[in-house]
């Protein structure tokens, strides 16, 4: 695992393909990731609803959102 990366951050829930494949993405890169699923911490699906996200995952590095699975693949593309 590669901390110099910095760490990404995975809003989930339980039967979410699009959560398993950015974390398979993050996992393959070495990267370091912590997965909350709002299954487990109801609240965080009351928030994501709250600032407007509609699905999961949700994803942050660091300090910054980066968005879905698929933002997450353009983003790990453009930062090699
Ligand atoms: N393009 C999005 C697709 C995400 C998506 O459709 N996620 C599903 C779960 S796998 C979802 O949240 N659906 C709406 C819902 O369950 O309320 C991405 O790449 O993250």
Same mark, same amino acid.
């Given at each position: 695992m590669r901390m110099e990366m910095g760490m990404y951050w995975i809003l989930t829930k339980a039967n979410c393909p699009h959560?398993?494949?950015? @974390?398979? *993405? $993050? +996992?393959?890169?070495?990267?370091v990731y912590q997965a909350f699923s709002y299954d487990t911490h109801p609240m965080?699906? @009351?928030? *994501? $609803? +709250?600032?407007?996200?509609?699905?999961?995952?949700?994803?942050?590095?660091?300090?910054e959102h980066i968005g879905g699975a698929d933002d997450l693949e353009t983003y790990l593309t453009k930062s090699g």
């Open positions: 959560c398993d494949r950015a @974390k398979d *993405m $993050l +996992a393959k890169r070495g990267l965080l699906g @009351k928030l *994501m $609803l +709250a600032a407007g996200m509609r699905t999961v995952p949700q994803i942050w590095h660091d300090k």
